[in-house]
């Protein structure tokens, strides 16, 4: 928050697009520093935070909208300037009642007042303390996912295993994908599925439910059994994980092979809704000062 105050302390105004902008090159940025993306991946870190910064300076009446998108340094911003602070932070700004009654506001009634005091929200934005949140609740889910996964009987993971290729636009239908896929593995499927409707392709496909890593030597009778059938595709399916020996050839092999471990498969299954349910929605809007400043 001070290098954006200090930037508009030339009294000029500044859209915030320049400001950032202008910042990045004060903070030596390159571009893959700049290219760096909230877990969402909806908006780069670095310009986030600046947005927020100019919105808590304005909250505190540091910084003003003198005219429509751009904002400039306040008198009482330039009172602050020559005062020579070391760091401004939202503890700084509790000093200003236009910044304490926003936050009296924005956390009344609300837990996030407790985590409001703690050091590391000093350091985030409420956007990123909410994506972080989020990152939290996904990775717990994950291994709840998962945990119910292994605990599934064979047939029974092996008609979600086709259910998620089906939802993933493979098999056709479930009809077609449960003719094609199941019956022949050891705790798990073996088969060919259609790649598309129309069955112009196909695709290999081994699932094995296991708690112990799968290595090297499974993936290879895999690749056999893809040559086995003429197939130059495949999709090898575990609940547990690969061995990098195993990875490493999958590298190396002209064949097609997609290795999809634990974690990988409960990602999907959240992503494409088997196994979990919507809780809540959280739309996160900004104010539009370009909008007000019509009026």
């Not at 030339?10 to 859209?15: H, M, T, Y």
């Not at 007042?113 to 996904?138: I, Q």
């Not at 717990?140 to 086709?162: G, H, I, N, T, Y």
Request: with cysteine; net charge negative; hydrophobic share 40%.
């Amino acid at each position: 928050m001070l290098p954006l105050l200090e930037l508009a302390g030339n009294r000029k105004e500044w859209a915030i697009g320049d400001a950032v902008d202008r910042l990045a090159e004060n903070f030596q940025l390159n571009e893959e520093d700049r290219r760096q993306l909230l877990p969402s991946g909806a908006q780069a870190t670095f310009d986030n935070r600046v947005h927020w910064a100019r919105s808590y300076l304005k909250q505190a009446g540091l910084l003003v909208n003198p005219g429509r998108g751009v904002f400039k340094v306040s008198d009482k911003g330039l009172e602050v300037l020559r005062r020579n602070p070391e760091r401004i932070d939202i503890q700084f700004l509790t000093q200003f009642e236009g910044f304490k009654e926003f936050r009296s506001r924005r956390t009344k009634g609300e837990s996030i007042v407790a985590a409001d005091l703690s050091v590391s929200s000093e350091r985030e934005t409420p956007h990123e303390m909410l994506e972080r949140s989020f990152e939290r609740l996904s990775t717990d889910l994950c291994v709840e996912v998962l945990s119910a996964v292994q605990k599934l009987s064979p047939d029974r993971f092996e008609r979600l295993v086709v259910r998620l290729l089906v939802a993933m636009g493979y098999g056709g239908s479930l009809t077609d994908a449960g003719r094609a896929v199941g019956g022949n593995g050891d705790e798990g499927i073996d088969g060919i599925i259609k790649e598309d409707r129309l069955g112009l392709d196909v695709i290999y496909v081994q699932a094995k439910r296991w708690a112990s890593p799968v290595g090297r030597p499974e993936v290879q009778k895999f690749a056999g059994a893809l040559q086995g059938q003429r197939a130059r595709k495949g999709v090898f399916i575990t609940t547990s994980e690969f061995s990098d020996a195993a990875r490493e050839f999958v590298e190396k092999i002209d064949l097609r092979i997609v290795l999809i471990d634990g974690d990988y498969l409960s990602q999907l299954l959240i992503d494409y809704n088997l196994g979990v349910t919507p809780v809540t929605t959280y739309l996160v809007k900004r104010v539009d000062s370009d909008f007000f400043a019509e009026f």
